[in-house]
């Protein structure tokens, strides 16, 4: 792989917290890694500890993300953040509703919050994100009423949605969760966390619009993420189209 090193990366999903520091935190580690924008969601709407129980058990919160840290450091960011919002939908819409025109997309986290992919909650909000014109990024469990199955018929109900399943699926080897969602070209692939096999099987099933590198920072270091794609040997022209262009698309941006 030649001249990847000095192009362009915009990492499609990294997490930013209210903390002190936490915006200057995050822009340094980008600096240090090459990365040049990125988009943010809320963190520490749950502590690790429980979202890992959560995980695995089931059961929620229903606190509120702190959207408005994302927006006060994204307007310190000189444009290199980009907000998405933190839905709960034990709020239905009216937080999103009264905020989006503030952000650039929308985020769900059924691990975090326990509605389902098919709940009406879960549906009005997107619905929402649609007349927005807003992507919607999501986790996916391997549980009855949150897994890829359910994410590919909200899918279909929302053709016109753009929708980033994260973190490559459930688990770190979602083979199955790829297959799944080939034939609904409305989904994306959100890479942070899986084994680099299912970034290469993506790139290969999905095509090259569908696939994006994000972090998971500060839970990841963007370094392990970057590596895993290096590892891979891709082309120039990939390289560029999974860590640049399309997290361009994703927010609405023409692609440089």
Known sequence: MTGTEHTPVF?????????????????????????????????????????????????????????????????????????????????HCADYRAAAGAFRGLKLAPSVHGVGLLDPRT???????????????????????????????????????????GHGGVGDMDLYGVELIRPRANVLLETSGCLSVVVRTALDRLGLDRVLLGTEYPLQHPAVE???????????????????????????EDVP
């Open 226 to 252: 970057l590596a895993k794609y290096r590892a891979l040997e891709l082309p120039d022209a990939v390289w560029h189209r999974v860590t640049w262009q399309n997290t361009c698309r994703l927010i609405g």
């Open 123 to 165: 549906k009005a909000l997107v619905e929402l994100a649609d007349a927005r014109r807003h992507g919607v990024y999501l986790h996916c469990l391997q549980r009855p009423g949150f897994g890829v199955a359910e994410l590919v018929r909200l899918a279909a109900e929302f053709p016109t949605v753009t929708f980033v399943l």
């Open 11 to 91: 990492d499609s999903h990294a997490h930013l917290a209210g903390a002190d520091g936490a915006t200057e935190r995050l822009l340094r580690t980008m600096g240090s890694n090459g990365i040049s924008r990125a988009v943010v969601v809320a963190g520490g709407a749950v502590d690790p500890d429980r979202l890992s129980r959560q995980i695995i058990e089931g059961g929620h919160v229903v606190d509120d993300a702190d959207n408005d840290a994302v927006l006060a450091g994204c307007a310190r960011s000189g444009g290199r953040l980009v907000p998405f919002f933190f839905a709960n939908p034990h709020r």
